[in-house]
């Protein structure tokens, strides 16, 4: 890989493993390469159902392109823009997938705003995440300011998933969840990182009921 993150595998594998004990359907993928991409989205798109809560969840890189926002593969070889749209999963490619599946709540949680590993080689990018367009019922969360960098975390995990990892346990609406985790990760980064959310959802929801 150009730009090794040593935290995200982590970070998934804890993510995965805390939605299991809430009693989630999880399709986990590490270290995902390109051809995987299809079968994954497939396997992901199977499990959901009219009325579900879907839950995605991303550690890794994330790139933004004309407004549009990606993740790469971790063989992806990237030398233009093109090359990101081809060898990368679409942050709108998973919002269709939700459209269509009719799910009822969706919480997509996005760490992946770090400093863009192919920067020499593709100027024209813009810093960190697009803010998107997302399906009704839909609650966006990422682990910074559209716009803006993250940081990769110095122990086991990266900063936003530590803290969302502490928090998640909390049984309050996802919305105060988020809440608090802005002020944990803004006190844990001394102020150098806000995450940020947007979106709406119909009713309520919590971790673990």
Not at 85 to 110: F, P, W, Y
Not at 179 to 205: H, I, M, N, T, Y
């Amino acid at each position: 890989e150009t730009s090794p993150l040593t935290n995200p595998t982590n970070d998934s594998a804890d993510i995965a493993a805390k939605l299991k004990s809430y009693g989630f359907d999880v399709v986990y993928r590490e270290n995902l390469k390109m051809r995987q991409i299809g079968s994954m989205l497939t396997e992901f798109k199977t499990k959901l159902t009219p009325g579900a809560t879907a839950l995605v969840f991303y550690a890794g890189h994330g790139l933004q392109v004309r407004g549009e926002n990606y993740f790469p593969t971790i063989d992806a070889d990237i030398q233009s823009e093109e090359d990101i749209q081809n060898q990368s999963i679409g942050l709108k490619q998973v919002m269709d997938i939700l459209e269509e599946a009719k799910t009822r709540t969706n919480i997509v949680l996005l760490d992946a705003c770090r400093n863009n590993p192919f920067e020499r080689r593709t100027r024209s990018l813009a810093r960190g995440l697009a803010s998107v367009s997302a399906p009704s019922g839909t609650m966006i969360a990422y682990s910074t300011r559209p716009g803006s960098v993250a940081e990769d975390g110095s122990g086991r995990k990266g900063l936003y998933t530590e803290q969302l990892l502490k928090v998640i346990d909390s049984r309050k609406p996802i919305e105060q969840v988020l809440k608090q985790l802005v002020s944990s990760v803004k006190a844990a980064s001394r102020g150098r990182q806000e995450p940020w959310s947007e979106g709406s959802l119909e009713g309520d929801f919590c971790f673990g009921g």
